[in-house]
């Protein structure tokens, strides 16, 4: 893996690039074009390459954007690049296209921080995808994203993940359906309810223009539904936004996007700065090694990202990114009575959060 700094990255091996040109690429955008993005209807069923190469312009640049802001925020430590392609049957792949996977370690905030952008594309979906949409088995598709994970070394900071994505399937070389999804949700191990509400707060706030409060709720909802370990019969955080198959209005649907990538380091970076220097101890860590096991079973046993990449041949490494580098597990662990390790049950399920604490 290759250092990387903002303004300078390598060049990247996607689809759309010259492999044989090295060139440092230019700095990136600061966001993506607000105006029409082509000459198009955005209607489901037709989106236009130039429509396509906008989301992933502004995603290349929103994983620069936040991992700027992390590097600042840990102060010490610096993301690694990990710059990578793949081609059918190469280590039986069946996929084509690249990404960027880059890893900041050991930081002074950040135990380990994981963001990856990816383009990739198949001939055929697998089982996770068609299960729920039988009509686009044989279907040939692409798909771009960004996905983060970021775990805190303080226990008293929330673990975060937030993903954007684009998917388009085609048959004929011509759109048949496409869809956007994403999200970010707070995974407290010491819940403060001052943060809770600003997290909420802020997710709200950038569901205005797309549908104001019944949005906010609606994806919210879909939050609290996706990330439930229901053989732990408990939510994996206090939640935020998830949406999945969202479709209608194509450059609508992709503002909304935007309103959630650029909006994640509002809700997050707050709460960095109040807990990320609060004192703890060997009770506390031991207690955040043996949530984030609760974490990991969420990711393999239930994140249709994770199994969407691992059946359709995608990058192990990459998929896996979102593990913490420390957990444990125990045995018939209870927490002791009217301690602030028990006082973390009453979170973990569905809540009116801005209504509790507001």
Same mark, same amino acid.
């Given at each position: 893996?290759?250092?990387?700094?903002?303004?300078?990255?390598?060049?990247?091996?996607?689809?759309?690039?010259?492999?044989?040109?090295?060139?440092?690429?230019?700095?990136?955008?600061?966001?993506?074009?607000?105006? #029409?993005?082509?000459?198009?209807?955005?209607?489901?069923?037709?989106?236009?390459?130039?429509?396509?190469?906008?989301?992933?312009?502004?995603?290349?640049?929103?994983?620069?954007?936040?991992?700027?802001?992390?590097?600042?925020?840990?102060?010490?430590? +610096?993301?690694?690049?990990?710059?990578?392609?793949?081609?059918?049957?190469?280590?039986?792949?069946?996929?084509?296209?690249?990404?960027?996977?880059?890893?900041? +370690?050991?930081?002074?905030?950040?135990?380990?921080?994981?963001?990856?952008?990816?383009?990739?594309?198949?001939?055929?979906?697998?089982?996770?995808?068609?299960?729920?949409?039988?009509?686009?088995?044989?279907?040939?598709?692409?798909?771009?994203?960004?996905?983060?994970?970021?775990?805190?070394?303080?226990?008293?900071?929330?673990?975060?993940?937030?993903?954007?994505?684009?998917?388009?399937?085609?048959?004929?070389?011509?759109?048949?359906?496409?869809?956007?999804?994403?999200? &970010?949700?707070?995974?407290?191990?010491?819940?403060?309810?001052?943060?809770?509400?600003?997290?909420?707060?802020?997710?709200?706030?950038?569901?205005?223009?797309?549908?104001?409060?019944?949005?906010?709720?609606?994806? #919210?909802?879909?939050?609290?539904?996706?990330?439930?370990? #229901?053989?732990?019969?408990?939510?994996?955080?206090?939640?935020?936004?998830? &949406?999945?198959?969202?479709?209608?209005?194509?450059?609508?649907? &992709?503002?909304?996007?935007?309103?959630?990538?650029?909006?994640?380091?509002?809700?997050?970076?707050?709460?960095?700065?109040?807990? #990320?220097?609060?004192?703890?101890?060997? +009770?506390?860590?031991?207690?955040?090694?043996?949530?984030?096991? *609760?974490?990991?079973?969420?990711?393999?046993?239930?994140?249709?990202?994770?199994?969407?990449?691992?059946?359709?041949?995608?990058?192990?490494?990459?998929?896996?990114?979102?593990?913490?580098?420390?957990?444990?597990?125990?045995?018939?662990?209870?927490?002791?009575?009217?301690?602030?390790?028990?006082?973390?049950?009453?979170?973990?399920?569905?809540?009116?959060?801005? *209504?509790?604490?507001?």
């Amino acid at each position: 893996m290759t250092p990387w700094r903002a303004g300078r990255r390598p060049h990247p091996s996607f689809p759309g690039h010259n492999p044989g040109d090295h060139r440092v690429t230019r700095r990136w955008r600061a966001c993506a074009p607000r105006g #029409k993005l082509s000459g198009h209807p955005s209607v489901p069923g037709h989106v236009p390459v130039e429509e396509f190469d906008a989301v992933r312009d502004y995603l290349t640049g929103l994983q620069d954007r936040i991992c700027a802001a992390i590097e600042a925020a840990d102060g010490t430590a +610096r993301f690694r690049e990990d710059a990578w392609r793949r081609e059918p049957g190469a280590s039986g792949s069946r996929l084509r296209g690249g990404g960027r996977t880059r890893v900041l +370690r050991d930081g002074a905030v950040f135990e380990q921080a994981g963001i990856g952008f990816s383009d990739v594309s198949g001939d055929a979906l697998p089982p996770s995808a068609t299960a729920s949409r039988p009509e686009l088995a044989g279907a040939s598709w692409r798909a771009v994203g960004v996905s983060l994970v970021f775990h805190p070394r303080n226990p008293y900071l929330p673990t975060t993940h937030a993903n954007v994505r684009h998917f388009r399937a085609m048959r004929d070389g011509r759109t048949v359906a496409w869809w956007f999804g994403g999200g &970010f949700d707070l995974t407290p191990f010491y819940p403060f309810d001052e943060d809770i509400l600003h997290w909420h707060r802020t997710a709200r706030a950038l569901c205005g223009p797309f549908g104001g409060e019944e949005r906010y709720q609606a994806h #919210k909802r879909w939050c609290d539904e996706y990330f439930h370990l #229901k053989h732990r019969g408990e939510t994996r955080g206090v939640g935020g936004l998830f &949406f999945d198959d969202l479709t209608g209005d194509f450059e609508r649907e &992709f503002a909304y996007l935007r309103a959630v990538g650029d909006g994640f380091l509002d809700a997050y970076l707050p709460i960095v700065e109040r807990r #990320k220097d609060t004192p703890y101890g060997e +009770r506390e860590r031991q207690f955040q090694l043996y949530r984030r096991g *609760r974490y990991v079973e969420f990711n393999l046993v239930y994140d249709r990202g994770t199994l969407f990449g691992l059946q359709s041949g995608g990058r192990a490494e990459s998929i896996l990114m979102s593990m913490p580098p420390l957990a444990r597990w125990e045995y018939g662990y209870a927490p002791e009575d009217g301690s602030p390790e028990q006082r973390l049950s009453d979170y973990l399920r569905p809540r009116d959060w801005l *209504r509790e604490l507001g």
